[in-house]
């Protein structure tokens, strides 16, 4: 584990340890300034370098917490775009990561060899009943498009997050429930797998590579250029929120994690603790309606026996929920990274994070533990959040090997998180990363190992089987397949073979 727990290191271009098997190391021939201009000359798209005009803007990452200088950062146009790149970075044995909304929480969607940006492949058109959508396209992006139809997919609420991204890591969100994940409604994707082969996927076609992109984490198998999905009719939303005294916490979390599993799959409820710089504490529940259900919130009460010390309940449009979920009443074009639209306000604070799936309820004990981490984060100045995420219904429905995401048993999700301002200091992160880490030993007990490949988290004793469970041996029967040399590589990469295992 790195000595700085506030900037973790990326690993040596081309290198990954995985359990004691090292994989995915190339050998790096000199690049010439010739070199890389007769890549330029071969896009459609754009090519930047150090000290080029957009390149600091370019190259950084969602997670400020994250210093990457990449050797160059391409914008692809279109699919021969990436071919091109692909076929590059394998000459000249350069590391490569394609990216989307650059939202990774481990850093890995930018390479310290070549950023493959999508960005600009990002149309969305729509079918009978799907939409395709392009593999450079954000949520925002594609919800505004989706919804001029009064259509929509079950996704995220964070505006810049990337739809590759999500969708490949499995994609959790505010209507799971009601319509699965995101991968669940995934019907074909186009990849570009290391081989320079464009490979249309699907249950029919390359079904091993389909499965595996349903759940199996983004940056494992291929370059996703394109996504089709089956879309759903948007309808109008009663939106609750619910806040109890932080003395009630514990009676809070324990009649919510009983009540919201069992609710019908219309509706779906977030349970957030938060530690405050300020110091003090709170215990808040978002809840989702699809519909009209003005009464949903009272059952909430109910369950727990104590009246909240705020309620508040409204019937609002689907736009209106998922403008508002996304934090911002500004315009789609205002809720992107900050350069990369003109009017762009979001910033890119430095964080850190972990995260859990609960298959059984916490008994008293363990919602004492958690309750009392809460308190002890406030104590420590804060900030710090516990986001509990209601699941199971259409989620749970689907066999936990039918995809490659495995956690179709959680009853519910838990996020741990700590945001900062931009140029925070490392030893800031670094006492959040510990707290972090006390949290997940603290619901070991319950949650297990667990843990969403959405929310990478570097500092994983065991990542592969965190994140993939049971799924893991065919995950690795599928990159030794599809890429058998590691060329898609990265600190939590998905390895080719077993440690132990024979080369193919």
């Known amino acids: 584990m790195p000595a700085s727990i506030g900037r973790p290191s990326h690993p040596p271009p081309g290198h990954h340890g995985w359990c004691g098997l090292t994989i995915g190391?190339?050998?790096?021939?000199?690049?010439?300034?010739?070199?890389?201009?007769?890549?330029?000359?071969?896009?459609?798209?754009?090519?930047?370098?150090?000290?080029?005009?957009?390149?600091?803007?370019?190259?950084?990452?969602?997670?400020?917490?994250?210093?990457?200088?990449p050797r160059a950062v391409v914008f692809a146009q279109g699919v021969e775009d990436v071919r091109e790149t692909l076929a590059f970075a394998r000459r000249h044995g350069l590391p490569l990561a394609a990216r989307s909304?650059?939202?990774?929480?481990?850093?890995w969607s930018t390479s310290p060899g070549i950023t493959l940006d999508l960005g600009r492949m990002n149309a969305v058109a729509t079918g009978a009943g799907t939409a395709t959508i392009g593999g450079g396209a954000l949520l925002i992006d594609a919800y505004d498009a989706l919804l001029a139809e009064n259509l929509s997919i079950p996704a995220g609420s964070c505006p810049t997050v990337g739809i590759a991204g999500l969708t490949l890591g499995g994609g959790l969100g505010s209507v799971c429930r009601a319509y699965g994940l995101t991968c669940d409604r995934l019907v074909s994707a186009v990849v570009v797998t290391a081989d320079g082969r464009i490979r249309q996927c699907s249950a029919e076609r390359e079904p091993e590579l389909f499965w595996a992109l349903r759940g199996g984490g983004g940056g494992n198998f291929g370059v996703v250029t394109g996504f089709t999905f089956r879309t759903h009719p948007t309808t109008e939303v009663t939106r609750a929120s619910l806040q109890w005294s932080w003395r009630d916490a514990a009676r809070v979390v324990d009649a919510w994690q009983r009540w919201a599993p069992t609710r019908p799959d219309e509706e779906w409820s977030c349970l957030g603790l938060s530690a405050e710089p300020t110091g003090g504490c709170t215990v808040a529940v978002s809840l989702y309606v699809l519909g009209d259900g003005p009464d949903v919130a009272d059952t909430l009460v109910a369950a727990v026996g104590i009246e909240p010390v705020e309620q508040r309940?409204?019937?609002?449009?689907?736009?209106?929920?998922?403008?508002?979920?996304?934090?911002?009443?500004?315009?789609?074009?205002?809720l992107h990274l900050t350069g990369r639209t003109p009017d762009a306000v979001l910033d890119r604070p430095p964080f850190v994070a972990a995260?859990?799936?609960?298959?059984?309820?916490l008994p008293a004990?363990?919602?004492?533990?958690?309750?009392?981490?809460?308190?002890?984060?406030?104590?420590?100045?804060?900030?710090?959040?516990?986001?509990?995420d209601s699941l199971r219904g259409a989620v749970g429905r689907v066999a936990p090997d039918a995809t490659a995401f495995v956690h179709r048993d959680a009853l519910f999700s838990?996020?741990?998180?700590?945001?900062?301002?931009?140029?925070?200091?490392?030893?800031?992160l670094d006492r959040a990363a510990r707290w972090l880490r006390g949290l997940r030993r603290a619901m070991r007990p319950w949650a297990g190992d667990s843990a969403y490949v959405n929310y990478a988290d570097p500092y994983l004793d065991d990542y592969a089987r965190a994140y993939y469970g049971a799924n893991l041996p065919r995950l690795v029967a599928v990159k030794a397949a599809y890429d058998p040399d590691g060329f898609f590589d990265f600190p939590q990469a998905v390895p080719p073979r077993r440690a132990g295992a024979s080369p193919r």
Not at 40 to 68: H, I, K, M
Not at 101 to 107: A, E, L
Not at 414 to 428: I, R
């Open 25 to 69: 190391r190339m050998n790096q021939t000199r690049t010439t300034s010739t070199d890389w201009s007769g890549l330029a000359r071969g896009l459609d798209g754009t090519l930047l370098r150090p000290g080029e005009e957009g390149y600091g803007v370019a190259r950084l990452p969602y997670n400020s917490r994250f210093e990457v200088h």
């Open 101 to 107: 909304g650059s939202h990774s929480y481990g850093g």
């Open 313 to 334: 309940s409204e019937v609002i449009s689907y736009r209106e929920m998922i403008m508002s979920m996304t934090g911002s009443q500004g315009t789609v074009s205002q």
């Open 355 to 361: 995260s859990n799936f609960f298959p059984v309820h």
């Open 365 to 388: 004990a363990g919602i004492r533990a958690l309750v009392a981490a809460v308190a002890r984060r406030a104590a420590d100045g804060g900030p710090g959040y516990v986001l509990l």
């Open 414 to 428: 838990a996020q741990y998180h700590c945001m900062f301002d931009p140029g925070t200091p490392a030893a800031a």
